[in-house]
């Protein structure tokens, strides 16, 4: 994907997406694969060709699926297309070969199967979470395994395996019966891949989201020094954008060849592999394209190359020839093994024709996912947000419709509960009227039907956790607390005094709510499913965080967290009984920098996981909040483009294609330096164009007094997503 061109007075060409890759399939061949006809298959493959695959070879071999992965467990693929439940207590994630059975990485933790018959959790020792559930009278604290981001082996060892959460890592040396903690080289959570290299000196690398690729060498016997050091890893690695740290790398995979031990890696956000050195003990780049955005995971080494996954194909790149070859008919196992009715396919075991075993993991990347009635209605809406006021007014709606339509927007963002905390509109529900602060209310029946009959989408924000109205309620019963100043907790700074005067304190303009508490959640809630009874078409929570602002901080309490919960249990313990009441779409707001890499510091908002709760996450990209010089190399009026570009691919990533990724747009000017220099319509079209050019999913302008004159007109096609030049001075 190329940059626009910087100015906007000469004619500029389309920007085209050419990293989407189109899926194609063969029924003939799926069927064969799964017959085992050889001769099928090989007849099948002459007319199975990845659809984008430029001169990329065709490698015309069977593969034969033995057992696959499923949100629903492990199956046993048959020959007539049937399968066998063999495991089906959670999630499967991944298969690892190992001797004549595997390991398994799944929702409950490590599952050992010697012979795909019987099958031991091995999950003693490893870390859980606490997640909350409230039925109306009683809460109940549910003990689940903590999310294991990966999963390996020593090759050369079976018995050592290596795990991580996102917070920290786990080594067993008894084949999983018992395991033990090995403290993470970052303080931040964001933990993503790992794996165990044998040698005179055996290691761990560890990959982080935010920091890079690290390196820790164990005792000679593969125990955990007293003092651990982890090391960045040394190689060619890519910088993330605007960062001096690696761009995270998604998979490193280890196979032992008559050499020695080979180990590759791979990036999650550029089509990059990397292979160790040996000799120098540094990562070499063997294989990347010119692409700023590209997805490798599921790293694969056998005797032939390294198979990998990327968005719509499994590749194999073969190191004699420094070249890819497509996969045509491993693509065609795989897609034939997804049945919806066991949720999405996670992973694959299967042998090509020499009966060597190809594992692959990660495989929304090439089967995709099943996608709800909800995600389905919610996809590709363009629009505004307003604050209530803006909508109280028949007449003042009437030229909000006409600019909509003027504008080729179909969707709006009303606040019906604000900043403050108070309702917008008249309460039925008694849950909600009993705690309830309303103000101003419209006319909620009006605006329903009015944007029923015109096609808008319209979208019910409600703040969640930002409430002053419910701070201040009951003696602040259900505020953050300040356990210093026993009483509801507000951040604040310290301003210095002037000539020796005393400081004082300056505090924000924010009151919150305790994110743990059961009947905020039920509040909140209630409210979502009163406003789609109303009519609206979605609910989006926003201010589903934890506070971040204040040098105070530190006093903060939290008195309905329950023992063994964290921030991102209490968001996901929020979530997920939010998702389990409203019956209606679901949307929400995090910062930009959650949805840019995978970690939910400070905020609680971890995109990976949020992703299994909702159906539509909006990230904020507002340029004017991220650091000014980051991605503002030349040309720097171009800044924008490349946030909205790579951002809602980087989300979408994140997200494992589970929800749609629909930004927040700047349509506003903040007093920094960036703004300063480049604020205006064609700072406001970049964005739309990034969008267009990323995920494309849709986009929503946020200007908090409505005044949008620089938003674009856009163009959409039949599928209501940005087709061409979003406005006559810009790209055709």
Known sequence: ???????????????????????????????????????????????????????????????????????K???????????????????????????????????????????????????????????????GAAKALI???????????????????????????????????????????STTSGLKAVALVPGTVPTVYA?????????????????????PVWKKARGDFALAPGTGNHDEVSDIAVRMADSGPEVWASNSFLMRLYRLDPATGAFALVRSDAHEFGEIDSLWPGSDGLRYLTRGQ?????????????????????????????????????????????????????????RSAYREAADARHGLYLRTGYVAKASDRDRIYGFME???????????????????????????????????????????????ARGIWLVARIVVFKDKALQESAGGALAVWDAREKA??????????????????????????????????????????????????????????????????????????????????????????????????????????NGWYRSGARTGQDLELLARYVDVVSPMFYPSHFAQDFLAHEPAELRPWRIYHLGTLRGRT??????????????FFLDVAYDRAWYGKRYVELQTLGVRDGANAGLTYWNNVARYDEVPKLLLGTDRRLALAPSADGPD
Not at 317 to 346: F, K, N, Y
């Open 406 to 452: 003027e504008r080729g927007l179909d969707s709006l963002v009303i606040d019906l509960k604000d900043d403050e905390g108070k309702l917008r509109y008249r309460p039925r529900d008694p849950v909600v009227a009993a705690r309830a602060r309303v103000s101003a209310p419209i006319d909620v029946e009006a605006i329903t039907a009015e944007t029923e």
């Open 1 to 71: 994907m190329s940059e626009p061109a910087p100015s906007p007075a000469a004619k500029r060409p389309e920007i085209r997406f050419a990293l989407a890759v189109g899926l194609f399939s063969s029924l003939v061949a799926g069927a064969a694969l799964l017959s085992g006809s050889l001769a099928s298959c090989q007849a099948a493959s002459a007319q199975a060709r990845p659809a984008g695959s430029g001169s990329v070879p065709v490698r015309e071999r069977p593969y034969y699926p033995l057992y696959a992965g499923y949100e």
């Open 143 to 185: 003990r689940e395994p903590a999310d294991l981001k990966d999963l390996e082996f020593d090759p050369s060892n079976p018995e050592r395996l290596v795990t991580c959460t996102k917070d920290e890592l786990w080594l067993s040396f008894d084949s999983g019966k018992s395991w033990n903690r090995l403290a993470s080289p």
């Open 314 to 370: 499994a590749l194999r790149w073969d190191p004699r020839s420094g070249r890819d070859e497509a996969e045509p008919l491993l693509q065609s196992a795989v897609r034939d093994a997804a049945r919806d009715r066991l949720g999405a396919l996670d992973c694959v075991l299967t042998r090509d024709a020499d009966g060597e075993p190809i594992a692959l993991s990660e495989l929304w990347l090439l089967a995709g996912r099943p």
């Open 73 to 135: 467990g492990l199956y046993r693929l048959e020959a007539d297309g049937a399968e066998t439940p063999l495991w089906i207590e959670g999630e499967v994630r991944k298969i690892i070969p190992s001797g004549t059975g595997a390991w398994l990485l799944t929702a409950k933790g490590p599952v050992r199967t010697e012979d795909f018959a019987t099958f031991e959790l091995r999950a003693a020792g490893l870390p859980a979470k606490v997640i909350k559930e409230w039925d």
């Open 207 to 227: 990959s982080h989201a935010i920091e890079g690729l690290f390196v820790l060498e164990l005792q000679a016997d593969g125990r955990i020094p007293a003092k």
């Open 654 to 667: 994140i997200s494992r294609d589970r929800v749609v990724i629909r930004p927040y747009a700047q349509s």
């Open 488 to 593: 509801p907790w507000r951040g604040y700074e310290v301003i210095p005094g002037a000539d020796g005067a005393p400081a004082t304190r300056k505090y924000y303009g924010e009151h919150w709510v305790d994110p743990y508490s059961e009947l905020v959640w039920e509040y909140n809630v209630a409210i979502a499913n009163e406003l789609i009874d109303s009519g609206f078409d979605e609910v989006q929570f926003d201010y589903i965080r934890f506070p971040t602002d204040g040098v105070n901080l530190g006093d903060a309490s939290y008195r309905h967290r329950d023992p063994g919960m964290d921030r991102e249990s209490a968001i996901a313990s929020f979530l997920r009984y939010a998702r389990a009441k409203v019956h209606g779409p679901i949307s929400i707001d995090i910062y930009g920098s």
